[in-house]
């Protein structure tokens, strides 16, 4: 198993960025994808993004003004978030996956979340 944990969130106003940061511990990080969602209040949680060890990424279609990237030297995962509008408030979680995938079953890993405000 990775244990995780995210850092970065915050409040912003809308057409700011932010950094997000999911810190791995665990021999094994190398061996996982790892994928950051969201969740807003009332809603389900949605896949934003995943990248894998060479840093190979897919995203969700509604998130191009996003970019995930991946230090491996420091086992930290990032989320850039760009161009933020309200509607991008939510709990953002990284999870890790041995699988390439946008399904949040298939992550076995998760942080704790960090929240992102966004005022308009």
């Known amino acids: 198993q990775v244990q995780l944990v995210e850092s970065g969130g915050g409040l912003v106003q809308a057409g700011g960025s932010l950094r997000l940061s999911c810190a791995a511990s665990g021999r094994t990080f190398n061996e996982y994808f790892v994928g950051w969602f969201r969740q807003a209040p009332g809603q389900e949680r949605e896949f934003v993004a995943a990248?894998?060890?060479?840093?190979?990424a897919r995203y969700a279609d509604s998130m191009g003004r996003f970019a995930i990237s991946r230090d491996n030297a420091k086992n930290t995962v990032y989320l850039h978030l760009n161009s933020l509008k309200p509607e991008d408030t939510a709990v953002y979680y990284c999870?890790?996956?041995?699988?390439?995938?946008?399904?949040?079953?298939?992550?076995?890993?998760w942080g704790q979340g960090t929240q992102v405000t966004v005022s308009s």
């Open positions: 999870a890790a996956s041995l699988l390439w995938t946008d399904n949040d079953r298939q992550y076995s890993s």
């Open positions: 990248i894998g060890w060479s840093g190979g």
